[in-house]
């Protein structure tokens, strides 16, 4: 992703259809393309924020591990499956 210049603001404008065309400086520093997807989150304070969906999953990374430290939760799966397998096969 690259870096946007010390430009941080930009003047856009609502088409007819309610279109807001996003400067190419800002698409490339973001690295959108044609056809991405953006959350567009309105804010109580009148404000709008514009995310890309890659950013939200970004952000999202990581998001609960802390809620088993220590614990593997794929090496309890496989051992809750493999008991259940053995139970099974003294039927």
């Known amino acids: 992703m690259g870096e946007v210049s010390d430009k941080t603001h930009y003047v856009v404008q609502v088409g007819s259809k309610g279109r ?19 959350l567009l989150r309105w804010r109580e304070e009148g404000t709008l924020e514009l995310v890309s969906f890659r950013e939200v999953a970004h952000r999202a990374r990581g998001l609960l591990k802390g809620l088993a430290p220590g614990v593997s939760l794929v090496d309890e799966l496989i051992r809750d499956r493999r008991e259940e397998a053995r139970k099974e096969d003294l039927e």
């Open 20 to 38: 807001v065309v996003l400067p190419a400086e800002v698409r490339e520093a973001l690295g959108l393309r044609e056809g991405d997807r953006l």
